[in-house]
Structure formats: C-alpha cells, structure tokens
C-alpha cells in the first residue's frame, strides 16, 4: 500500500511539474513575438516600451527595451515616436534579451510613398527626401533642393533656379548680386544712353558705348 502511495504520490509531482514547464514554454512562446504601438521612450538610454494588451480596462505596458538603430561604422539616431508600431522580438521568449523592432504602416502612419522605384525618408509633416536611380531631392516645407544629371533646381515657395552646364535660369520676381567682385548687367544709362555694367563698391561702374569701353575706375575682381 505504501509503495503504491508513493508511485501515486511521484506520478502526482511529476504531472505537477510538468504542467508547470508547459506552462512556462507557452509563456516564453507568447513573448518571442509582440506587436504593439509604442507607449513611452526614453533617448537617453535608449530604451521604449510598446502596448501589449489591456489590463482592467487599461493598457498593458511592456518593460522598457532597446529599440534598433544602426550602430557600427555608420551609426543613427532614430529614435521611435508614440503610436509607431514596433514589434518586440525575444529570443528564448525571455523579455531581458528582447529588443523592438520597427513594425509596419498603420492608418495613423500611411506609408509616404508608394512607388517602386524611389527610397523616401520624411520626419514630420515638413521634411521629406527622396532617393532614385538618378534622382536626389531634399525638401524643407516650402523650399526644396533636387539633383539630377547634368541639372541642379533649387525652389523657394514658387521661386525657381536651375543650374545646367549651359546656363543658369530664374525664376524669382527680383535678381540681387552681393559681392566684392558682383557685376550686374543694366540695358542702358539714364544720362548717357549707354550700357552699363555695375562694378563693386570701390568701381561702381564701366560704361560701354558701341564696343569701346570707357571705365570711371579700374574694376576689382
């Protein structure tokens, strides 16, 4: 009876512990992968939390976990933003070696491209880049600056300049030279009839009348 008693008792405590180890494995498989929107994070250290359920109602926090960022010889720091989805990944399921990892698009973040064959970067509502084969574009609000072959255009809220191998193209409503050595270009004299170039500041001026030209000072370049 006793011997029996026993063999019940070790098969009761091995059951018992092997409900505790399943128990446990499911624990660890259900935190290798978690999904949620970011909920606080600290740049200091480096470190964010994501939702990963309810809780009474509220939501429940992850424990704080590094995010990814490129850090070798090239190295970047974008930090995630609230609502961002990020994916928590632990290996082994054990939360202290996970580490979040950007996610995908949601209706809250919409993807700002989606074309094929272009790489786009945007920070805000504001600031945008992007990269093609043969095309580079750096946008600030308003203002804008893009390099393609052979051609740089530069616009600032409608005014536009292009620069080409050939020639340089305004737009902008006025043109203004600064410089030591700036030279303007006007059609005529209103005293003289004749062409003027503006000089700098110590040769305001070269008169040109029918290709021979008669300088008031010798100009500085």
């Known amino acids: 009876m006793a011997d029996i008693e026993r ?34 994070v600290d740049t200091k250290r480096h470190l964010a939390r994501i939702e990963i359920g309810e809780k009474d109602g509220q939501p429940l926090k992850s424990a704080w976990i590094p995010y990814g960022q490129a850090a070798g010889e090239y190295k970047s720091h974008r930090p995630p933003t609230k609502g961002q989805q990020m994916t928590m990944f632990a290996p082994n399921g054990e939360v202290r070696q996970a580490m979040l990892l950007p996610f ?23 600031f945008k880049i992007v990269r093609k084969k043969d095309h580079l574009s750096f946008t600030v609000d308003k203002s804008s600056i893009t390099f393609e072959p052979g051609k740089i255009t530069v616009n600032v809220d409608g005014s536009k300049t ?35 170039v503006e000089g700098d500041q110590k040769s305001p001026r070269v008169l040109i009348d029918n290709g021979d030209l008669e300088a008031e000072s010798d100009l500085v370049s």
């Open 7 to 40: 063999i019940l008792s070790e098969l009761l405590d091995g059951q018992t512990e092997l409900v505790m180890r399943v128990a446990e494995y499911e624990r660890r498989m259900d935190n290798m992968v978690r999904h949620g929107k970011v909920t606080d």
């Open 104 to 126: 995908t698009w949601s209706d809250d973040n919409k993807s700002p491209s989606d074309k094929e064959d272009e790489h786009v970067d945007t920070y805000g509502d504001k």
């Open 162 to 196: 292009v620069w080409t191998k050939e020639n340089i193209t305004n737009t902008s409503p006025e043109v203004k030279d600064v410089g030591i050595s700036k030279l303007g270009l006007k059609s005529e004299d209103s005293e003289t009839k004749k062409t003027v």
